[in-house]
T-cell receptor, first 116, second 111 residues
Framework: DADVTQTPRNRITKTGKRIMLECSQT?????MYWYRQDPGLGLRLIYY???????NKGEISDGYSVSRQAQAKFSLSLESAIPNQTALYFC???????????????FGPGTRLTVT | DAKTTQPTSMDCAEGRAANLPCNHS???????VYWYRQIHSQGPQYIIH?????ETNEMASLIITEDRKSSTLILPHATLRDTAVYYC????????????WGAGTKLIIKP
């Protein structure tokens, strides 16, 4: 079973709808991240969380919100989806005490979101 | 934050060493260099990181120039499964630990 899972894997929604993307991990890591990737570009950080009570904005947080329900769960919400939020969304985790410490992030398989 | 410059695409013959360059001329003394790769549209995979010294692991070697303005990722014996987009990334050791991703290099391994 995958260590970092994301649901749904694909989602098509309409402008103005509220949607939630979910991320779960079995790695026992405290740190979790949400990124988006636009075609042909690298990843950009939306939000990150270093523990259940810690939420931080990333580079492009406008239009998004997150919830850290438990150590293993980190959800991303689009309050009112718009077409330019069409992208590939990745969740990631990291563990400061791991083999490569804070330097390695483990990514989920991604959620492809289309807003029409 | 420092930024990176990479060639858009590269080819390499299967079995040969793939050398991927990265320019990070504005890097500062406490910024690490990271390499990740992304196969198709899967989640990115960590390869290696370094600060000043050259590094080697089971996947690759990282050669950082003495002035730290550029680096090269070396895949010693490329296979078809190494076809991917390779990202050279820098990160500031600070309170937010954000990775600054560029567009990467599309590496195509040819039989």
């Amino acid at each position: 079973d995958a260590d970092v899972t994301q649901t749904p894997r694909n989602r098509i929604t309409k402008t103005g709808k509220r949607i939630m993307l979910e991320c779960s991990q079995t790695k026992g890591h405290d740190r979790m991240y949400w990124y988006r990737q636009d075609p042909g570009l690298g990843l950009r950080l939306i939000y990150y969380s270093f523990d259940v009570k810690d939420i931080n904005k990333g580079e492009i947080s406008d239009g998004y919100s997150v919830s850290r329900q438990a150590q293993a769960k980190f959800s991303l919400s689009l309050e009112s989806a718009i077409p330019n939020q069409t992208a590939l969304y990745f969740c990631a985790t990291s563990d400061p005490s791991g083999t490569h410490g804070i330097h390695e992030q483990y990514f989920g398989p991604g959620t492809r979101l289309t807003v029409t | 934050d420092a930024k990176t410059t990479q060639p858009t695409s590269m080819d390499c013959a299967e079995g040969r060493a793939a050398n991927l360059p990265c320019n990070h001329s504005t890097i500062s003394g406490n910024e690490y260099v990271y390499w990740y790769r992304q196969i198709h549209s899967q989640g990115p995979q960590y390869i290696i990181h370094g600060l000043k010294n050259n590094e080697t692991n089971e996947m690759a070697s990282l050669i950082i120039t003495e002035d730290r303005k550029s680096s090269t990722l070396i895949l010693p014996h490329a296979t078809l499964r190494d076809t991917a987009v390779y990202y050279c990334i820098v990160r500031v050791e600070g309170s937010n630990y954000q990775l600054i991703w560029g567009a990467g290099t599309k590496l195509i391994i040819k039989p």
